[in-house]
Each structure stands twice: as C-alpha cells, then as structure tokens.
C-alpha cells in the first residue's frame, strides 16, 4: 500500500485587485488622512503617511495582483476592507465553508472519487469564521459525506504541509484510507489595508488536496515531512475571542474603529526580520530533510514553496539548489495571487503537479507565523 496525493481543486474567488487600483484607493486615503491632520503634520507632532505605488509593490514582493472575495470595500478609502454579510449558520453555507465545498468538490472530481469514499476531512488554515462548530465539519455536511470525521488544525501559513503530514499519518495509524486537505483563506479579512509596509500581500483563495492509501500508486507518493516551529511574535494576528474582554478591562470600546489608521490586532509582521531568520532556516530544513532521506539537492525536479514573496522565493532556491539554479525549479504563481497563506504551495503546486515525469522528486515546503516551517517529500509515480 502506498500513500499518494491522487487530486487537487482550486476555488478561485470572483475579483482580482491590480496593485494600481489599490494604489489609488491607498494613495487616496494617505491624502485624506493627511489634509485631516495637516496641523499636528505641520508642528510635527504626527508624522505625513507617504503614497505607495505599483512599482513599489512588484518590487518588493513580486506581486502584481490578488483574487478576493468582496472588492469595493476594499477600494473605498473610507472603509478599506472586504465587506462580507453575515450569514445564519442555522440556514446558510458560511462564506469560507462555501469555497471550501468548491475546492473539495474539484479535487474529489480529479481523484475520480465520490464525497462518502472520504473517511476524514482535515481543514488547514490561518484564520476560522468562527471558534465552533468546525468549519470542516460544516463542508464534510454541505458535500453530502456520511461518516467519517473532520476538525480544523490552524499553524498559520505552514497549515498544508502540517495538514498533509497529519493526513499521512492518520492514515498510517489505520484511521482513514482516504483523507481530504482543505485549506481555505480570506485573508484579505486579517489584513490592514492602511499599512503601507503590508497592505498589498494577501489575497484570498481555497485548495484541497485527496490523500489515499492506494494499491497501484498514482498521483504522487508521500515519502515522509520534515516539521518545525519556533515561538516568534515578528508575523501575528491577534484577533481572538478574549478581545471584548480586554477592550473592556483597557476601558475602550469594544471593537476598534475601522477608520482608525492602525488596528493593531490585524496581521502585523516585522518583514526585515522575517526574512533574515525565516529564509536561512527554510533552506535549513529542507537540506536536512534531503539528508535524512539520503537524496542529493540536485536530485530534486521541482520546489513548491510557500508564495509568500518572491525575493524569498529566489534566496530559498538558490541557497537549497545552488546560485546557478534554474528558476523553472522554484515556478512561483505570487504575480497572480499574492500571499494566500496556507493555500499557496497547494496553488502552486495545482498549477505546476503535471510538469514532472514519473519518478521525479519533489518538495513542498511552507514557512510562516509561529515560526513554523514544513517540508514534504514526495515522487511523481
């Protein structure tokens, strides 16, 4: 019996931002902001907000656009953020619940398979619609699946490679046979659209991968992952369920002011640090996860990182596969998409599983918030 990767989907969502029509709404909102407060700008007791731009954008990210799931608001300088209805839970498929269905759905249909040939469904991701019941529970009812189990695991934007490993091994321990990995992110929810250091990264997007346990491979082989974490506070997110409790004991309102300029519980990160620790450690894990398995780097056909930005991207490959490395290695879909947290080495990987032969190796790796990095070998049968 081997354990493959027999199917993949891909949801995307219904607009696409350019990075110049962000900029006209960011740009429009710095002059606002600035006119407002023209007297504290001018006793420079408060400092001017500058403009960003396209150019800006692309090069220090590699990112051209972004899908998402509600646009205008977003683009209103006013409001800057998806503007997402709420919907009844006893009566309605939530939104992430929804594009996570999409996903499934097309990965079932890529493995041939039907809904009830699934005996667990493992929801991976960065941020939930809710504490309980679980989002993955609620897409194994809107599929029609009986039986089985499913529960959300949530390790930031390394989620797929932990929820693949954690996929293999359910099914080693005879669990399930067959195991969905779905990964489904609105980040454009988490993301403060006014900083200017981070407004451009995320974008929104859902994958799903089938896991089996198969007598003829086919896909591609799980050989085995690497998985690390380290405790960091340089990437975070610190919305939670204690926040009425603590704006309440900080004597403030309850929920902060979408107007304000800084909302500092949204995704916050301090990218200089992010990228001097987080690249040099990535290359590490997976050059030891190489050595593990005794497999030279040059062995390796293709890299599925996490598209979190391209510099980081060009460094990782370089310095796993040797400064001479042909880019083809690393493909990166980040021009597109921007940084879709968990589900970006699972786009990428969608996009680009058919470009090898069999027999061909692979890593998958995924690198973000905890610290916390993960590497999945695997062979193209």
Known sequence: MTTCITGTGLYI????????????????????????????????TL???QHSSAEFIEKVSGIKSRY??????????????????HRDMDTELSVMAEMGTAALL????????????????????????????????EIQNAIGMVGGF???????????????????????????????????????????????????????????????DVDTPKGYEILNAKL?????????????????????AAGTDMYPDLKSPVTSKLFNQNGRKVFREVCPKVSEIILEHLNDNNIPPSDVKMMWLHQANANM??????????????KAIAPSVIAEFANTSSSSP??????????????DLGVMCSFGAGYSIGSVLVRKV
Request: hydrophobic share 45%.
């Open 313 to 326: 991207i060009d460094l990782i490959l370089r310095t796993v596969m040797g400064k001479e490395a042909d």
């Open 106 to 137: 097309a990965a079932l249909k890529d493995a041939g398979l039907e809904p009830n040939d699934l005996d667990g469904i493992i929801l991976a991701c960065s941020n939930f619609p809710r504490t309980y019941p679980a989002l993955s529970i």
């Open 346 to 359: 699972m786009v990428v990987f969608h996009r680009y599983k058919d470009a090898l032969k069999s027999g």
């Open 150 to 212: 499913a529960f959300d695991m949530n390790v930031a934007c390394s989620a797929a490679t932990f929820g693949l490993a954690q996929a293999q091994g359910t099914i080693a321990t005879g669990l399930a046979k067959r195991v969905a990995m779905v990964n489904v992110e609105i980040t454009s929810a988490h993301l403060n659209w006014r900083n200017r250091d981070s407004h451009f990264i995320f974008g929104d997007v859902a994958t799903a991968c089938i896991i089996e």
């Open 228 to 248: 690390f974490t380290q405790f960091s506070t340089n990437i975070k997110n610190e919305y939670g369920f204690m926040d009425r409790s603590e704006y309440l």
């Open 13 to 44: 969502p219904p607009y696409s931002i350019s990075n110049e029509e962000l900029v006209t709404s960011f740009n429009q909102y710095v002059d606002n902001y600035n006119v407002e407060h023209a007297d504290e700008i001018a006793a420079e």
């Open 68 to 85: 998402v799931m509600e646009k205008e608001g977003i683009l209103n300088p006013e409001i800057m953020a998806p503007v997402i209805a």
């Open 47 to 49: 400092p001017a907000l």
